[in-house]
């Protein structure tokens, strides 16, 4: 099993970008897809994950302007970022909860201007 991350970038603060990640290989059963971030020095920390009968969870910093779904179809898991700010800089990295093992995928960075 793969995750493949894309969709980071540069943007200004109050811009939007959208994160797709996708899982291949065989796959099996996804149990959930979801999102962490890694800010520049600091510790990995979650930011959302979708489960396969789509219950979301929200990080406190980003409920209300992060967005978290998945394509079943596709197995790719969405996370939409709008009104971003400067603290959102980080590297973003998808996992998956598949047939019974975790998956990480590379990160991908988005870097938030003032």
């Known amino acids: 099993v793969q995750l493949q991350a894309s969709g980071g970038g540069l943007v200004q603060a109050g811009g939007s970008l959208r994160l797709p990640c996708l899982a291949s290989?065989?796959?099996?059963?996804?149990?959930?897809l979801g999102w962490y971030r890694q800010p520049p020095g600091k510790q990995r920390e979650p930011v959302a994950p979708?489960?396969?009968?789509?219950?979301?969870n929200y990080a406190d910093s980003v409920e209300g302007r992060f967005t978290i779904s998945m394509d079943n179809a596709k197995n790719t898991v969405y996370l939409q970022m709008n009104s971003l700010e400067p603290e959102d800089t980080a590297v973003y990295y998808c996992?998956?909860?598949?047939?019974?093992?975790?998956?990480w995928g590379q990160g991908t960075l988005v870097t938030v201007s003032s």
């Open positions: 996992y998956g909860m598949i047939s019974g093992a975790t998956y």
């Open positions: 290989g065989s796959i099996g059963m996804i149990n959930m």
């Open positions: 979708v489960s396969n009968l789509g219950s979301t």
